[in-house]
């Protein structure tokens, strides 16, 4: 909204100072024109630019609204903080800032969510830089961590444990422990899973438990008490390992997480089993299955308990909770990870001499073992597609940036020149208004001179008048003549003339005032003239003198014509037509 008045007042400032009417001079009168048309194409063309700025504002907020919330989400709801970040359009053309971070983050949902991340190693490396360089030291951690998360998915396993130790040392410049505990333990994961170095796993993974405990994370807590049971078991340390896995059962226990119970109790299990404590394996095999869990983790319980039994030749068990696998499996639609189940029924078929059916669970194993290949295959397949996909939109998606570009730069052009030629326009247009006032102004002091001679010519004639009315009657007589010689100089025109001049330089003082009148047909003629001398100024006297009738008549005529115009009866002729202008 803001943006909208700015554009508004940028409009007005371009029209008000221009000239909304064009003046022109014909015959002495003023014309106006309207305003001309290149002035208004460049000022819709302005408000125009500004709509669509105000437009790309509006986006941009959302954008950034968009990365705030995901960011709240990213922990808890990483598919919902993906969605959202991947509806954002056209992030390269967010600020630097807000750019980076969106990276940051969509790499970091991308990752918890288990997408494809192998290919945003350079512009992670670009953000960790970033941050880096502007001092945020939390970002920059969070950064280098997520390049060694891709550096694991790329199978770069050393280079992954340089990114981790990096990680870690920006990471110590913060109090992030959430981001410490997440760092110590990966590199534990990496150490046990990829280098193969347990005694470092531990150490890392007892690292992170402390930070966990700091901020009470429990699943992550629980997860790092279990990698770590596994590495203890491992390193022939199955006291330390049931100690771990135990405690890390407790926790689960105590924030009532299911699936964790199961987990962990099949990890107990395990335990149990290495160390050659058969009773306390099938045990704790039993209780991860009494647990009420989904159908695939009730699956993995049933083929845990079948594979303990498998090991101490117990084929008929092995072949029930085999069976009750395939049963859950089946139920959880999980059909591809059915084939260890096969493999350990067809073993143990042959041990029981049912070749045939050993046979048949052997086929069935290669069969699903083959689909599954298949399945990973196409799945990457469709991910080097989506990649081939995201590409080409991102070429599309530049290929439609430079259009626009190009399409600004020609419009700003365009404006540039249009605005040029108005400001021409303008100037011209100031300098012909001046041109037009001065010709306006010298017309309007003709019309005042010729106003204000008629004026002294009206004064004249009433003194001669007045100097008329002096005499005697029988002087009058005798002067009559001299009288109508001055009034034909006065007016420059023959006695009987006289009258119309008179008339007309009284209606031209009353601008045309007598001529309405007139044109009413109200009065008769000589109501007419008696109501024009008035307005001139002669009184009862004056007007008898100039009409030649008696004094006695004028009075009469004057009630006559008030009644006539409604004017009051001691009302002042000449004043009433004067405020009545229009009449």
């Known amino acids: 909204m803001l943006i909208n008045v700015a554009g508004f007042k940028i409009l007005y400032y371009f029209c008000e100072d221009v000239p909304t009417d064009n003046y022109s001079c014909e015959n002495g009168k003023i014309i106006q024109q309207p305003m001309t048309i290149i002035i208004r194409y460049v000022s819709f063309s302005v408000l125009l630019l500004l709509l669509c700025a105000c437009g790309r504002h509006a986006e941009r907020r959302w954008a950034h609204e968009a990365i705030a919330t995901a960011e709240t989400l990213m922990e808890q709801q990483p598919d919902s903080a993906l969605h959202l970040l991947q509806s954002i359009e056209q992030p390269e053309r967010l600020d630097k800032h807000s750019h980076m971070h969106y990276w940051l983050l969509l790499t970091r949902a991308k990752d918890k969510t288990d997408a494809d991340i192998t290919n945003e190693l350079a512009i992670i490396q670009e953000?960790?830089?970033y941050?880096?360089?502007?001092?945020?030291?939390?970002?920059?951690?969070l950064a280098a961590f997520c390049c060694a998360r891709i550096l694991v998915e790329q199978q770069e396993k050393q280079r992954a444990l340089t990114a981790y130790l990096e990680a870690e040392t920006i990471a110590d410049k913060t109090g992030n422990s959430l981001l410490k505990g997440m760092i110590q333990h990966n590199i534990g994961v990496l150490y046990y899973d990829g280098l193969e170095n347990y005694e470092e796993a531990i150490s890392r993974l007892k690292k992170a438990i402390g930070y966990y405990q700091q901020i009470t994370d429990s699943k992550r807590e629980i997860a790092a008490c279990e990698i770590l049971g596994t590495c203890f078991l491992l390193t022939q340390q199955p006291d330390s390992a049931l100690f771990y896995q135990k405690r890390a059962l407790?926790?689960?226990?105590?924030?009532?997480?299911?699936?964790?119970?199961?987990?962990?109790?099949?990890s107990i299990s395990a335990s149990y089993h290495v160390s050659g404590n058969i009773a306390a394996a099938k045990e704790y095999g039993l209780q991860a299955i009494r647990i009420e869990t989904p159908a695939a983790e009730q699956m993995r319980a049933f083929l845990n308990?079948?594979?303990?039994?498998?090991?101490?030749?117990?084929?008929?068990?092995?072949?029930?909770?085999?069976?009750?696998?395939?049963?859950?499996?089946e139920l959880s639609g999980t059909e591809t990870i059915q084939a260890p189940i096969y493999e350990l029924l067809s073993r143990a078929e042959k041990k029981n001499g049912n070749f045939k059916k050993?046979?048949?669970?052997?086929?069935?194993?290669?069969?699903?073992?083959?689909d599954f290949y298949k399945k990973r295959a196409q799945e990457s397949l469709s991910g080097i597609q989506e990649k081939y996909q995201l590409e080409k939109i991102k070429n599309e998606h530049q290929t439609l940036l430079i259009h626009r570009l190009w399409i600004i730069v020609l419009s700003v052009t365009a404006i540039v020149v249009l605005l040029a030629v108005a400001l021409l326009l303008y100037r011209w247009n100031i300098r012909h208004r001046g041109q037009l006032f001065a010709e306006k102004e010298k017309a309007e002091n003709l019309l005042n001179e010729r106003k204000r001679l008629r004026a002294e010519r009206l004064e004249r004639y009433l003194?001669?008048?007045l100097l008329e009315q002096k005499f005697k009657e029988g002087d009058k007589e005798k002067y009559t003549a001299l009288f109508d010689k001055i009034k034909q100089i006065i007016f420059d025109v023959p006695k009987e003339l006289v009258w119309e001049k008179l008339f007309a330089a009284t209606d031209e003082l009353f601008n045309s005032t007598l001529t309405q009148l007139q044109n009413k047909n109200i009065l008769d003629d000589t109501e007419f003239k008696i109501c024009s001398l008035?307005?001139?100024?002669l009184d009862n006297t004056g007007i008898a003198t100039v009409l030649k009738l008696q004094i006695s008549t004028v009075k009469n005529r004057?009630?006559?014509?008030?009644?006539?115009?409604?004017i009051p009866p001691k009302g002042d002729i000449g004043e009433f037509l004067f405020n009545k202008i229009s009449y």
């Open 131 to 141: 941050f880096l360089g502007k001092r945020n030291f939390e970002k920059a951690a």
């Open 250 to 266: 407790d926790v689960a226990m105590t924030i009532h997480d299911a699936i964790s119970q199961s987990i962990i109790l099949r």
């Open 305 to 329: 308990l079948a594979d303990l039994y498998h090991t101490i030749n117990s084929n008929d068990s092995l072949i029930y909770y085999a069976e009750k696998s395939i049963e859950a499996a």
């Open 463 to 465: 003194k001669t008048l």
């Open 558 to 566: 004057k009630v006559a014509i008030r009644k006539k115009l409604e």
């Open 127 to 129: 953000v960790a830089a």
């Open 534 to 537: 008035a307005c001139a100024g």
């Open 358 to 370: 050993a046979l048949h669970y052997q086929e069935i194993y290669v069969a699903q073992a083959i």
